[in-house]
């Protein structure tokens, strides 16, 4: 997995790379969505929606090369809410599935 999507490892916030002018804006983005990525197991969003597992990746991609080739801020943030709300659509269907009814 990539550099800034591992839910293994979660967001990393304290990462090197301030020197990248979207660096605050990505770490904003991590903090967002740490939570969410600690609640969703990895295996699981592989097996059951490879569909949002494949789009983490693209969207992984497509921020490091952001981030290489200097992007402007607004397109870095773009991408990355694209990111943030695919990792929040996977933890909704991870809670979805592992919501034990409470008893009558």
Same mark, same amino acid.
């Given at each position: 997995? =990539? ?13 090197? =790379?301030?020197?990248? #002018? ?6 904003? =983005? ?7 990525? &600690?609640?969703?197991?990895? /295996?699981?969003?592989?097996?059951? /929606? #490879? ?6 990746? &693209? ?10 080739? =200097? ?16 990792? &929040?659509?996977?933890?909704? /269907? ?6 034990? #009814?409470? #008893?009558?």
């Amino acid at each position: 997995m =990539g550099k800034y999507l591992d839910i293994a490892k979660r967001f990393d916030t304290t990462r090197q =790379g301030a020197a990248f #002018p979207a660096f605050r804006t990505y770490q904003q =983005g991590a903090e967002t969505v740490a939570e969410d990525c &600690r609640v969703i197991n990895s /295996h699981w969003l592989l097996a059951r /929606h #490879p569909t949002l597992w494949e789009q983490m990746k &693209r969207l992984d991609a497509t921020l490091s090369e952001l981030e290489q080739q =200097g992007a402007a801020e607004a397109a870095y943030s773009a991408k990355l809410e694209e990111l943030m709300q695919t990792v &929040r659509e996977a933890r909704a /269907h991870y809670e979805h599935e592992h919501t034990t #009814p409470l #008893p009558q």
